[in-house]
Nanobody, 121 residues
């Protein structure tokens, strides 16, 4: 079992930055990948970014490429989502997910409770 706890959301203005954190506990996340998804009201959940815990390789959605960066801190068992130049369309609940690398991240078994990000224009 893996427990995921997100933090760092909030209300910001367009152009501002936020850093989301997702702390993992319960078991080692070696051979796992972790990712961020978001869901805006009335919309489907959307992939944002993912990182391979062991190798550090990343993937980022085209919609946020160049503005969002995913990273990890092995010592803290934490993954981060640095969000720069935020836009109102980035407003959503952001969720952290994790599972073994053999499981597509969209089908991950472990999810956090979500953190709200609201960007005002």
């Amino acid at each position: 079992q893996v427990q995921l706890v997100e933090s760092g959301g909030g209300l910001v203005q367009a152009g501002d930055s936020l850093r989301l954190s997702c702390a993992a506990s319960g078991r080692t996340v070696i051979n796992y990948h972790m990712g961020w998804f978001r869901q805006a009201p009335g919309k489907e959940r959307e992939f944002v970014a993912a990182i391979n815990w062991s190798f550090g390789s990343t993937s980022v959605a085209d919609s946020v490429k160049g503005r969002f960066t995913i990273s990890r801190d092995n010592a803290k068992n934490t993954v981060y989502l640095q969000m720069n130049n935020l836009k109102p369309e980035d407003t959503a609940v952001y969720y952290c997910a994790a599972d073994a690398v053999v499981v597509p991240i969209a089908n991950a078994r472990y999810w956090g409770q979500g953190t709200q990000v609201t960007v005002s224009s």
